[in-house]
């Protein structure tokens, strides 16, 4: 006693037309990943695939990837601006390329050190952590400059041993800024409880 009729796009609702349909008459063709796209080398493979398929697509899948392509590329130009910035403040305290390398050097073994444990524990370079990069350059080259400072005022003395005051503020200086960045290793959030991981490495370490 049926008689269904086939369905036509005058059938549907406006609401779900507009959603699909364009004024032209273009209809909205939408891909979706076999891999999650949590996955940044899953989301670039994606994008990438779609792209060479259909130059002009876009959806959310690219604004992601472009969004997380910037902010790498900020917190780098970032880490690179503070470097500088603070290299340049040394050198006017310091006044010497000599010991400028000197306050330096602990800030770049604590990085080397910090990528190194980061490969041990398998946590990634991501953007969650990577704001870590101009933060640690700013607080890691404290010390160094501390004991620098309390050398050069012992007129270089050798063999040189690091004056009581100076190695004990050095020291509560550096638990407490261990203590405070180590609490985000205790957040729910993977990316925060990362980010906790590499600025309280990068701290020990420096």
Known sequence: MSRP????LADLPPELRERYVGANGEFLVRAFARDSLWDHDALRRFTSAVSAAVPDATG???????????????????????????????????????DLALALLPLAVGALLTL????VCGVPL????MIALPLVVGVGVDNGVHVLHDYRARCGALPYLLGAATGRGVLVAGLTTVLGFGTLMTARHVGMAGLGLVLT????RS
Do not use: C, W
């Open 5 to 8: 009729a086939r369905i036509t």
């Open 60 to 98: 959310k899948s690219f604004r992601t990837l472009e969004g997380l392509d910037q902010m790498k590329r900020g917190f780098e130009r970032a880490g690179l601006y503070a470097l500088a910035a603070i290299a340049a403040v040394l050198l006017l305290d310091l006044r010497r390329f000599a």
């Open 116 to 119: 190194g444990v980061m490969g």
């Open 126 to 129: 991501n953007p969650a952590n």
């Open 201 to 204: 490495v990068a701290i020990i």
